[in-house]
């Protein structure tokens, strides 16, 4: 297994999530997964009242968020896609996940104490890459399920939590044992077709690289197969077996992860920053923006701001 990325202190994240749970701080920790270069992150919610305030829906994207209950959680409500979910009371080492393109939201109505583990689909798709297991199509499991590994694995990270300790090996290799652990005891698998090969390591990086070029000149990525040495239709598949998306669909990926980064630290306006990220014309960015965020690319602005 390729050695992991040193672990570094990811304060918007964790910012992110205590935002979204109306807390004032939430100690976090991020890793760099092997193989997708994807960032893996680690919040410690806590609260020792309750809030009885509905949570911030949490932005659609295609990553699970898994929250492990450190200790017991008596009462709470949970929404996704704006429709409540049924709960019960949760048990230390409960386990229960989401997928963030159903925007979800909780009501904590009684004290909480847990761990969010949140794993972008990519960190998934790099499993079999990793291990040579199957490609894990979803995660998903009964709410409060108990797992006891799993919260073992959880109580060796609460000292890194607390201390905000980095650069350490150990805490890397929990990090990504939680991960695999949760991947493949919740994930569900589909067949895979084994119609071609993935890509090499430098085939990746030529294909990535011309690609992110051509947000500014289009005409690159027709290019893109014959660089690497591979037919268009061969290229395609190579690439998807390889970073677990098509060509576009990972670049278009790549396009909003930058207009998020132009909306929150620039004063550009719409229109220029939809010709800065290769789309169109403003209304195009705003319909793929939308898509994608779950909200037009000036609201995302106005709450990131």
Request: hydrophobic residues 40%; proline residues 9%.
């Amino acid at each position: 297994m390729a050695t992991p990325a040193p672990l570094a202190p990811s304060p918007k994240a964790g910012n992110r999530l205590a935002d979204h749970f109306h807390l004032p701080e939430a100690p976090d920790l991020t890793v760099t997964c092997p193989w997708s270069g994807a960032p893996i992150n680690v919040t410690r919610l806590r609260s020792p009242i309750p809030s009885n305030r509905h949570t911030l829906p949490l932005e659609a994207e295609d990553s699970f968020l898994v929250l492990l209950q450190l200790q017991s959680l008596p009462s709470h409500r949970h929404w996704q896609s704006g429709i409540e979910c049924a709960t019960r009371p949760y048990r230390p080492g409960s386990v229960s996940i989401t997928h963030l393109v159903r925007r979800p939201s909780w009501m904590m109505t009684s004290a909480c104490d847990a761990l969010a583990l949140t794993l972008p689909r990519a960190t998934l798709n790099a499993l079999p890459r990793e291990h040579k297991t199957p490609r894990i199509a979803t995660l998903g499991c009964p709410g409060g399920q108990v797992d006891d590994d799993a919260l073992r694995l959880a109580a060796c990270l609460l000292p890194s939590l607390e201390a905000n300790t980095t650069s350490q090996l150990f805490t890397d290799h929990v990090i990504l044992a939680l991960r695999t652990l949760i991947a493949q005891r919740y994930g569900k698998t589909r067949p895979t077709r084994r119609a071609c090969g993935g890509l090499t390591p430098r085939q990746e990086k030529l294909a990535k690289e011309m690609l992110l070029a051509s947000m500014r000149d289009d005409t690159m990525a027709a290019d893109i197969p014959k660089a690497v040495g591979l037919s268009r239709s061969y290229f395609i598949r190579a690439f998807c077996e390889t970073v677990g998306e098509p060509p576009h669909r990972w670049l278009t990926l790549q396009k909003i992860e930058e207009a998020r980064r132009l909306l929150a630290e620039s004063d550009l306006s719409l229109a220029d920053i939809a010709l800065c990220c290769g789309f169109s014309d403003q209304s195009h960015f705003t319909r793929v923006f939308n898509r994608i965020a779950g909200m037009p690319p000036g609201s995302w602005r106005h709450n990131h701001r």
